[in-house]
């Protein structure tokens, strides 16, 4: 969840909803960056300032991901300079991943940071939030599992994300854990549930995107209920949006959500 762009009343509704812990990726902010201190300003808003106030206005436990997101990839000299210090902020105590990195356009600006930030995660040991793109989503995904094998990194530590009933089989050919992103134009909890009734829940991830447009931060516990309504027994439930997300992250050394 991108709870950066959210108000504080929205943490308290998860909280009041059974969230107790969310990890936020640095993601696109609405307008391409002009500058790398940019980024940094933003890095250090979500690593403390947003992770005390996650606490201070819910208890709830925040962890966030650090990366350069695909789009602003495509400006090289910029990307290059934030690039050299995320290695950095991989080494704060409540960083817990790589992400959000990915494709957009697929340009070879993109590609080039992908590979770099998939070894940044490789060498630590960090698991792995991947973008797969709006646009040729299915061509975009097989491109991303390509660079993924090509780069030769660990695929369970990496979630290939926002994946629809047209990348679920490319991403599944993959050792990669699947993640579901519940969010206006990306995919319906609905679509979702019926996918993982035919797919099953092996490595399968929630998540929501909540960010500046229209979304909402509750989509994991509404999908949660929608699957109580159709008959999913609650072993289920729990390990779709809880256990799975969970064993994914407790890969990180610096993830310490204790029940």
Known sequence: MHMVSRSTSDYDRARLSGIECCIEPAFWSGTDKQHAESFFDYFEQIID??????????GIDHYVTIALEPKEANYPEMAERVMDRIPEYLDRDNVVGVGEIGLDQGTEAEEKAFRRQLQMAEERELPVIVHTPHTNKPEGTERLVELIQDEDVTEERIVIDHN???TVDISLQTDCWVGFTLYPGKIDDETTIDLLEEYGTDKMLLNSAADWDPSDPLA???ARDKMLDRGWDRDTVRKVVFDNPREFFSQSPNFEYEL
Do not use: C, H
Not at 49 to 58: I, W
């Open 164 to 166: 629809t009933e047209n």
């Open 49 to 58: 300032f947003e992770t005390k106030r996650a606490e201070r206005a819910a």
């Open 220 to 222: 994991v516990p509404k």
